[in-house]
């Protein structure tokens, strides 16, 4: 049986979110403050994390913080607040998808499975790939989520480098924002354009710290974005 994490400091919450769990095939593993859920998930290794932002002792992005730095497991990160940049700000450190609080339970369950479905297929696409793509001076390493530019290895988040790939694996095509959204975040994320311009946004700036005139992430005016290779 796979477990499912789920902590929340609201034991409402976390009872309604165990009982539609359980429905779905799960052992839910619950946790009323970051401390504890970074103890369950070291000691069970669950299959998705649903993680409240507000919570004691460590917050959610806290927590997703430490788990990205040995996991790639589906994080979905919970809050009563729904304001864009705290979007972004989740995504950028690693959380697969976001919910606003209310929620429906049965929403919370389709989007553990629209993320379980996306990690499933992602294998078969690096095999397809072959892991590992160069670029001029710009290298991509699935199997570690790394780039690295002439030979400098970047602080990406796994977002950025998934992004990245993306762009960079079909050269001079164009994606719409809702194409990167569908792609990145899946059908079932309910974000919209803006999350893709921030997110470009701060990728951009990580990759202009180190030279690269070979290519470049374009702006497409009014369609979206595309990886551009020089002359």
Request: net charge negative; with cysteine.
């Amino acid at each position: 049986m796979q477990y499912i994490l789920i902590a929340d400091d609201n034991p409402d919450i976390t009872d309604v979110l165990s009982e539609y769990a359980k429905k779905e095939g799960y052992e839910a593993l619950l946790a009323a403050d970051g401390e504890e859920a970074l103890r369950l998930f070291g000691q069970y290794a669950p299959a998705v994390v649903l993680l409240d932002v507000m919570m004691p002792k460590m917050d959610g992005y806290a927590v997703c913080r430490e788990i990205r730095k040995t996991s790639d497991v589906p994080v979905i990160l919970i809050t009563a607040r729904g304001e864009d940049f705290e979007k972004i700000m989740g995504l950028d450190i690693g959380a697969d998808d976001y919910i606003v609080k209310p929620f429906s339970p049965s929403e919370v369950m389709a989007r553990v499975r629209a993320v379980l479905r996306r990690m499933v297929k992602k294998p078969q696409e690096n095999v397809a790939n072959k892991n590992v793509l160069v670029v001029a001076n710009l290298m991509i390493n699935l199997d570690e989520y790394a780039l690295s530019i002439d030979g400098q290895r970047m602080t990406m988040t796994k977002k950025e480098i998934e992004t990245m790939w993306t762009l960079a694996s079909n050269p001079n095509k164009v994606f719409t924002r809702d194409n990167l959204l569908d792609s990145l975040w899946g059908y079932d994320y309910y974000g919209d354009t803006r999350t893709v311009d921030s997110h470009i946004k701060r990728l951009r700036a990580k990759l202009d710290t180190v030279a690269h005139p070979a290519w470049s992430i374009q702006t497409v005016w009014g369609v979206g974005y595309k990886f551009e290779i020089e002359g």
